[in-house]
């Protein structure tokens, strides 16, 4: 059975930090790049990172690039997202989904895409 186990969200105050991880089983880990993808209330679902598990490649939208880290650890199947620098505009649940569109180098593979999706976790960036 596939399964990306997201988990890591939470409430913090903007400045603050959080990891999120995506923990991957049922599929092969290293064939499939792993991109982050974020749902504020009334918007559309939003690319953030993503991460190829065939070269490293790693892509950051503009709006998080500087604050957050993507790091894939095949060991685990898992990868984090570390989201330091948290902003309000940040609050949303945060998806984390698989697919084998590896252009990582020079595109956030699109949304249609993805084969596997997690279930999301909250984040709240609040005072």
Same mark, same amino acid.
């Given at each position: 059975?596939?399964?990306l186990?997201a988990?890591g969200?939470?409430?913090?105050?903007?400045?603050?930090?959080?990891?999120l991880?995506? @923990?991957?089983?049922g599929f @092969?880990?290293?064939?499939?790049?792993?991109?982050?993808?974020?749902?504020?209330?009334?918007?559309?679902?939003?690319?953030?990172?993503?991460?190829?598990?065939?070269?490293g490649?790693?892509?950051?939208?503009?709006s998080v *690039?500087?604050?957050?880290?993507?790091?894939? $650890? $095949? @060991?685990?199947?898992?990868?984090?997202?570390?989201?330091?620098?948290? *902003?309000?505009?940040?609050?949303a649940?945060y998806?984390c989904?698989?697919?084998r569109d590896?252009?990582?180098?020079?595109?956030?593979?699109?949304?249609g895409?993805y084969?596997?999706?997690?279930?999301?976790?909250?984040?709240?960036?609040s005072s």
């Amino acid at each position: 059975e596939v399964q990306l186990q997201a988990s890591g969200g939470g409430l913090v105050q903007p400045g603050g930090s959080l990891r999120l991880s995506c @923990a991957a089983s049922g599929f @092969a880990f290293g064939d499939y790049v792993i991109g982050w993808f974020r749902q504020a209330p009334g918007k559309e679902r939003e690319e953030v990172s993503c991460i190829s598990n065939f070269d490293g490649s790693i892509y950051y939208v503009p709006s998080v *690039k500087g604050r957050f880290t993507i790091r894939s $650890d $095949d @060991a685990r199947n898992t990868v984090y997202l570390q989201m330091n620098s948290l *902003k309000p505009e940040d609050t949303a649940v945060y998806y984390c989904a698989a697919t084998r569109d590896d252009r990582v180098s020079y595109i956030f593979p699109p949304r249609g895409e993805y084969d596997y999706w997690g279930q999301g976790t909250q984040v709240t960036v609040s005072s």
